[in-house]
């Protein structure tokens, strides 16, 4: 009975602000919606017996939500939302289309024979998805690993001011950097 | 609570994400978009390993795909709206369009 009640709530809550995100004005207003419809999904997460993925999504989204504030004070043309405006284009024809989706999922999921349960969760799920990633997943704990690594290196390629061809010009043998200041030893 | 109800809980979430994706101008709300999106697919990974094979792990290990999934968006769309705002001053897609000319 209080699952149900949690459950309802936090479905509720999480679709709610989901709708408001792309409603306010307000650039940091949206990001906090944004933040408490991932921290729902958390909830619900950790509602389904994954308490180690659920407190992940939780403190993740958390951290997340705050580089994105900072973004969007960056970038956003109105952070505050003191002057209304539409940022937005074919929002009747994205409606319709989202309602479709919508429609079709709803269709699908209401009537799909689901298989019934087949097992039982162990007293420690965690524990079954770390021996997983340690074993029968291994290769996709390594190419989670390598594609996080790559966009370490992508995000510094491609955020940083001077790239190759700013330091050393269109030869590509060019030995010394066109740098403003030089480094290295005997500077 | 019955898988339909979680799953159902995931479509609207994909649904309502999909909407900001395809409706905002700007790249970083068209980015929440996809963030809502993501977390409908996180919600139906787990209702689907909790509901039907909880004694297998590999849902579980779908939730962390998507979570990693959401962790690399944004870290490389925040890099490609600073590399775009460098080089055209430009944070709109309308406007980013103009590039492939």
Redesign the interface.
């Known amino acids: 009975m209080l ?2 009640v949690i ?1 309802w709530a936090l ?1 509720l809550l ?2 709610a602000a ?2 408001m ?2 409603r306010f004005d307000s ?1 940091a207003r ?2 906090y919606a ?1 933040l408490t ?2 921290l729902c ?1 958390g909830g ?2 950790l ?4 308490d180690y ?1 659920g407190v ?2 939780v403190l ?1 989204m958390t951290i ?1 939500m705050a ?2 504030a900072v ?2 004070v960056m ?2 043309m109105n952070p505050a939302g003191l002057m209304p405006m539409t ?5 009747k ?3 319709v ?3 479709a ?2 429609a079709v ?2 269709a699908g ?2 009537l799909a024979p ?2 019934s ?6 007293a420690d ?1 965690t524990r ?2 770390g ?3 340690m074993g029968p ?1 291994m290769l ?1 704990m390594m190419t ?1 690993g390598v ?2 690594f790559a ?2 290196v ?3 390629v ?2 940083t ?1 001077r790239g190759r061809y700013d330091r050393f010009g269109d030869d590509l043998k060019a030995r010394t950097a066109d740098d403003p200041v030089r480094g290295g030893v005997g500077r | ?1 019955s ?7 995931a ?10 994706a ?8 068209l ?3 996809l ?2 999106m993501l ?1 409908g697919v ?2 139906g990974a ?2 689907v ?10 849902g ?2 779908l ?3 998507a ?2 999934v ?3 968006e ?3 769309g ?6 775009l ?2 080089a055209r001053e430009v ?2 897609t ?1 406007m980013a369009a103009e590039l492939k000319e």
């Open positions: 699952d149900d459950f479905a999480a679709v989901g709708v995100v792309f650039m949206a990001t944004l419809s991932l999904v619900e997460v509602l389904l017996g994954l993925l992940v999504i993740m997340e580089i994105m973004f969007m970038y956003m940022m937005v284009h074919n929002k024809g994205a409606a289309i989202c309602a989706v919508f999922l709803a999921i209401l689901w298989p349960r087949r097992g039982r969760a162990s799920p079954d998805l021996r997983s990633l997943q996709t989670l594609a996080l966009t370490i992508v995000t510094v491609l955020a001011r | 609570m898988l339909e109800l979680f799953l159902l809980l479509a609207a979430l994909f649904s309502v994400g999909l909407f900001g395809l409706t905002q101008q700007s790249i970083v709300m980015m929440m978009g963030e809502l977390g996180i919600v787990a209702a390993w909790h509901h039907i094979a909880p004694a297998a792990a590999d579980q290990v939730v962390v795909l979570v990693t959401m962790a690399v944004m870290a490389v925040f890099a490609v709206v600073t590399a705002f460098r944070d709109m309308d």
